[in-house]
């Protein structure tokens, strides 16, 4: 039996390969402009670097999670998120020796047990931004803009931004009895997931997307009128240097993500299309994480986007994705004994900074001309045995068509 990618995963093939190299291109170039420098963190990492980092009532950590055991006995889990591996790195590695502030950037798969949908793999690909060792609304505002300055240089329009205050540790206490009793009595109408929420982690009721809690949490009282003064005075911050730079954005007072670990701002950036899960984007402030996993209270704020739905945001806004760079020059043997001098031909001219290849098969001069036009090569060196005892070769343009000998020692010039 033939055995099948699994469920959830996907192969990017070679003719998909240019998107992807064109996307993280792009991110980089606007990352390495801001001052972000990237970090690569292990694919696996200690359980309870999540439980603890993430938050242990979060579904996350409860239902979607790769966990397994190593050969000692350790639990082990595939990462499904990177802002807490980069801190454990920043942790372990003391980088705060480095610079009181560190801008750090990641780029790569992260894995998550979840129904895969339109855009949603249970491996997946992200990219996301840190700025640790700062309080700083202005850090707040710079990594929004951050984000939406990697979506314009992809071409991505009409995103929506949304942001909220999900307030710290002082002013969400009492926000969290206030909401509990305003659902007491509406509990036994929540989802079956927002009655076990309602004991863990009231805050997550929120975020559902179910109709029956859409309407049960219309009314509920909103944390953003329950800040204290330092978190009011933040988000106020923050939405004044967003209006500084001109960005748009809106108001959600039920927003408030998926991990635990936020504080002070969240946002979204959103896509029509996407259906009900229509973040493309999404971050906030935490500044408890890093004190959470055992290193002293340092503020930080970050950022993530998952990198399979902006290709879908991309093709639905019908964005033009660069044509391939095609292949300089084309190798043909006249005939298989010709392979040898071909061969030597081939990697003088890559020696030379061209790009080139040729058919190492059997196959006849006329069908390596179709698959020297197939890829698109500006040329094709014809290797024959009478030319090449004569040290020429035959140079064939492949946009004209037109085709003539050419010395061997003369050939790179003539490309």
């Given at each position: ?126 990219f996301g931004i840190e700025i640790i060792g700062t309080k700083s609304s202005a850090a707040d505002a710079e990594v929004i803009i951050t984000v939406l300055d990697v979506y314009k240089k992809l071409g991505l329009k009409n995103l929506e931004i949304l942001i909220n ?251």
């Open positions: 039996m033939l055995i099948k990618v699994p469920k959830g995963t996907q192969d990017i093939l070679p003719e998909d390969i240019s998107k992807w190299y064109y996307i993280e291109d792009r991110i980089k170039e606007i990352l390495n402009k801001y001052g972000y420098k990237e970090i690569r963190t292990p694919f696996f990492e200690y359980t309870d670097l999540f439980v603890r980092g993430i938050g242990e009532s979060t579904d996350i950590v409860t239902k979607e999670m790769f966990t397994f055991l190593d050969r000692k006995g350790r639990s082990l889990t595939l990462r499904p998120e990177g802002t807490a591996p980069v801190v454990r790195a920043y942790l372990e590695k003391s980088m705060d020796r480095i610079s009181k502030v560190i801008k750090l950037f990641y780029l790569g798969p992260m894995f998550r047990c979840e129904k895969p949908q339109s855009g949603r793999f249970r491996q997946f690909n992200q205050s999900v307030g710290c540790k002082e002013c969400r206490g009492a926000y969290v009895q206030k909401l509990k009793k305003y659902l007491e009595d509406k509990k036994s109408f929540l989802c079956l997931e927002c009655k076990e929420r309602y004991n863990k982690n009231p805050l997550r009721v929120l975020d559902c997307k179910k109709d029956s809690c859409k309407k049960i949490i219309a009314s509920a009282p909103l944390i953003i009128e329950n800040l204290c003064q330092e978190c009011k005075l933040h988000f106020s911050e923050v939405k004044s240097f967003l209006h500084d730079q001109k960005i748009i954005f809106k108001e959600d007072p039920k927003l408030v993500r998926g991990l635990d670990y936020y504080t002070k701002t969240a946002f979204e950036i959103i896509s029509g299309g996407l259906g009900a899960q229509n973040a493309i984007g999404g971050g906030g402030r935490y500044d408890d994480l890093i004190e959470e996993l055992g290193g002293k209270s340092t503020p930080a704020v970050g950022f993530a986007a998952g990198i399979e739905r902006m290709m879908i945001v991309i093709e639905q806004q019908q964005i033009k994705w660069p044509e391939e760079k095609a292949l300089d020059v084309f190798v043909a043997k006249a005939k298989d004994e010709n392979i040898e001098a071909a061969f030597g031909l081939l990697q003088k001219i890559r020696n030379a900074g061209l790009s080139a290849d040729m058919d190492y098969s059997e196959s006849s001069l006329k069908s390596q001309m179709r698959i020297a036009n197939k890829s698109g090569a500006r040329y094709t060196v014809i290797v024959g045995e009478e030319e090449f005892s004569k040290h020429m070769v035959i140079l064939r343009n492949m946009q004209t068509k037109e085709q003539k000998e050419v010395k061997i020692d003369d050939l790179i010039d003539q490309l």
